[in-house]
């Protein structure tokens, strides 16, 4: 199974973002999608994640400026991220629990990480 991620980069505070996630490979279903940032010199945190039933969970520090949505037909997840600020810069990366079988329990499958920086 493999995460592909596109999105990331500069913008100035205030501004928008949108990254997105999709997985491929051998997949039953994939239960849980989500987003995880680290900060240089910090632990790696959770950021938004969304079940295959559509909840959603956010961390404090993102709710009301970040919104993730999923597809799970298509594998797909998306962080809409608005009123970046500086303290959102990061690594982002995205994470899915993927069952490769209908028997399997699943594991964590992780994508490569994408920096969004924001700066003046």
Known sequence: VQLQV???GLVQPGGSLRLSCTASG???????MGWYRQAPGK??????TVTN???TNYAD???G???ISGDSAKYTVWLQSNSLKPEDTAVYFCYAWVRETVRGLGRP??????LV????
Not at 117 to 120: D, G, K
């Open 6 to 8: 596109s999105g990331g």
């Open 26 to 32: 051998t997949i039953f279903d994939i239960t849980n």
């Open 43 to 48: 632990e790696r945190e959770l950021v938004a």
């Open 53 to 55: 039933a559509a909840r």
């Open 61 to 63: 520090s993102v709710k």
């Open 65 to 67: 400026r970040f919104t």
């Open 109 to 114: 499958y992780w994508g490569q990480g994408t």
């Open 117 to 120: 920086t924001v700066s003046s």
